[in-house]
Structures are given as C-alpha cells and as structure tokens.
C-alpha cells in the first residue's frame, strides 16, 4: 500500500524538525489549529460541487464592507471558517474579508496566541460560471502584551507571518501552504476525505511565459505598467509572452507558482491603491511566492515589509518569478530594459 501524507501529518513533522532545533516538543496547538481550516475548506468544497443543486448560488442581496454584492457563497464560507476556528482555543481573534470588525475571543495570551486572517471565499465573480474559486488565509502570533495589543497585532506587517496558505476548488481541490519551511501541496483526496501530500517543496520557475492582468483597467494604469506588458508581449524578455486571466486570485496565483511568469493588479485612476486587500490576499500569497523562490512588491516596495495601517486597506499587488519581477521594477523606475 502507497503511504502517503496528510496535511496534518506534514504540519506536525515540520513543527517537530522545527522544535528539535530548539529541544522542545511540538505541541500540536498549531496543527489542531490548522485542522480547523481543513475541515472549514473541505464543507466549502462540498458546498461548491453540488454548488447547482442547493440553494448557494447568486447574491444575498446585501453589500459587504467592501461595498460589494456579497455571494451567499461568501457568507456560507465565512460562516465555515469563523465556526470550525472559533472552537480552537488557541485563537485570539478571526478577521474576514466578510466582516467590518476582527472577532475577538477573550482567552488570555498564553492560551490565545493566534490571529487568523482570512479571505473565506476568493473569486465571488466565478461562483456562478462553475470557474475556480478558493479559499485565503494567514496566521499571525499574538504579540506579548507588554509590547502591544491585540489590534496592534492584528495589523503586524506580512514578515510576522507564521504560516500562509490557500485552497483552490478546481477541477481537484488543492491546499498550497508555508509555516517558513518552503511551499507544499496537497490534493484532497475524495475517497479518503484528506488532503494527500502532491506536491513537496514548490519552486516558482526564474521565468515563465505568461502575463495576468485585466487589460480592461489598462487606459487608468500608470504608464511603467502599460510599456511593461507591451514588452512582455513583443518578446521583450526574450519569450514571446501569453496572456491568461482567469479573476480569481487564488486561481491566477496558483498558475503561476506552477509556471511562472506574472499577476499584476496595478493601481487605476478610480482605485489608486488598487483592487486587492494587504492583509487576507497580498500578505498570505507574498509569503508563499517568497517561499517559492518568487518576488511579491506593490510596484514599489516589498509586499511583506508595509506597515498596515486597516485591516480591509487595499494594495497593488505585483507577483512573479524572478526575471519578470526585475523587468518590472525596471519599468516602473522607467528604465525598460529588455
Ligand atoms: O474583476 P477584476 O477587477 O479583474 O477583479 C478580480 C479580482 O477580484 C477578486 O475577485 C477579489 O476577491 P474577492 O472575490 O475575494 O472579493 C480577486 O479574486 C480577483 O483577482
Ligand atoms: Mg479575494
Ligand atoms: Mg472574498
């Protein structure tokens, strides 16, 4: 019989090899924690496969603090998330894309020592066209508090990240995520119900052969945007580059951890500090490229060293391999070099 290896297995002999180091034991407090966010995605996927025959498509009719048409997909998978890890008592506090305000649990720091950050349902605009969706999310540790309070902690920047990671319901069901020890990948396997270790020690390719971004914003890019994919695709980079959107994130980003290239959504003239949020989809997604031997930046500076100021402040957001990453920088400091 193959033996294979599940997420929570994988989480704990990382933890293990992590604290040998140190001569502690791992305590399991952080893959029980982590088990609550399996459980979470996998109602989610089962949700989404008969997604047709019960009553999740369409929208609620209610806008989210985004001011957006909140899916009752989005509440449904917020309602997964915020119950399968509020039963872990080693969570001070759950923020969601979903809600205005982080939710608090009153445990004390020693018991309650993490923050999740989450984006339960990334995608909302395919859930009705059957296109990948996934699920984002982000761990912090709770500072001490003689150095700050829960909200300072909750708005730590990116490098305090303590694990990262996202699920993409596709064809498979895939959860990607790093603890800091390099990026892994699982597929959930439905006739066991377990995510099943597929893809060990993930690397970003140097360079790939595909730009994202929605071209339509193109007319409101700053101008180091417009010439950087005109290169791109007039073989500037010494490869004739493809063109592959698909406006789900985590699907655009899983691409191109697989294969390369860029995702780009840049800052517009109706929406200067962008699209996407820093907390639960720049900051989990920059912590993984990283790990990946990828680049994630605003178009200025590293992703993970912004100090967040709110918990839903938007970013541009600006991920790929290493080639294309040093184009851009040179495209945006107006040095377009091929
Ligand atoms: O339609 P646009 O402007 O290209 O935006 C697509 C982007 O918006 C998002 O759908 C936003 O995320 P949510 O669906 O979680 O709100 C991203 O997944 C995607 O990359
Ligand atoms: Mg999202
Ligand atoms: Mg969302």
């Given at each position: 019989m193959a033996m294979i290896t599940t997420v929570q297995q994988h989480i704990l002999q990382q933890q293990q090899e992590l604290l040998k180091s140190t001569g502690r034991e791992a305590s399991g407090t952080f893959s029980w924690l982590l088990s609550g966010i399996t459980l979470a995605t996998k109602m989610i996927e089962a949700k989404i496969r008969s997604a047709g025959l019960s009553?999740?498509?369409?929208?609620?009719?209610v806008e989210n603090v985004q001011g957006e048409q909140q899916q009752k997909l989005d509440v449904y998978a917020n309602q997964a998330m915020l119950h399968c890890l509020g039963l872990?008592?080693?969570?001070?506090a759950l923020v969601s894309e979903?809600?205005?305000?982080p939710v608090t649990f009153n445990r004390d720091a020693e018991t309650g020592k993490y923050i999740l950050v989450f984006d339960p349902l990334d995608g909302s605009s395919n859930i009705d066209v059957n296109v990948n969706v996934g699920t984002i999310f982000s761990v912090l540790r709770r500072m001490p508090a003689e150095l700050g309070t829960l909200e300072e902690s909750i708005l730590q920047p990116g490098f305090r990240q303590v694990a990262a990671g996202y699920v993409v319901y596709g064809p498979s069901t895939v959860l990607v995520y790093t603890t800091g020890n390099g990026v892994h990948g699982f597929t959930l396997d439905p006739k066991i119900g377990a995510f099943v270790l597929s893809n060990e020690r993930m690397q970003m390719p140097e360079q790939g052969i595909y730009y994202s971004v929605n071209e339509a914003n193109a007319a409101g890019w700053p101008e180091g945007y417009r010439s950087y994919v005109t290169m791109l695709r007039e073989g500037g980079l010494g490869k004739t580059y493809s063109s592959r959107y698909i406006g789900s994130l985590v699907a655009d980003f899983h691409r191109t951890l697989l294969k390369g290239g860029v995702f780009l959504y840049p800052p517009t003239e109706k929406q200067s500090k962008g699209k996407?949020?820093?907390?639960?989809?720049?900051n989990p997604l920059a912590f993984i490229a990283e790990q990946g031997g990828g680049v994630a930046t605003n178009g200025a500076e590293r992703i993970l060293e912004i100090r967040p100021t709110g918990i839903h402040q938007r970013t541009p957001f600006c991920v790929g391999g290493r080639r294309e990453m040093e184009a851009l920088q040179s495209a945006l400091t107006g040095v377009l070099t091929a």
């Open positions: 009553d999740v498509l369409g929208a609620v009719g872990r008592d080693s969570v001070a979903e809600d205005e305000e996407l949020r820093l907390l639960y989809e720049a």
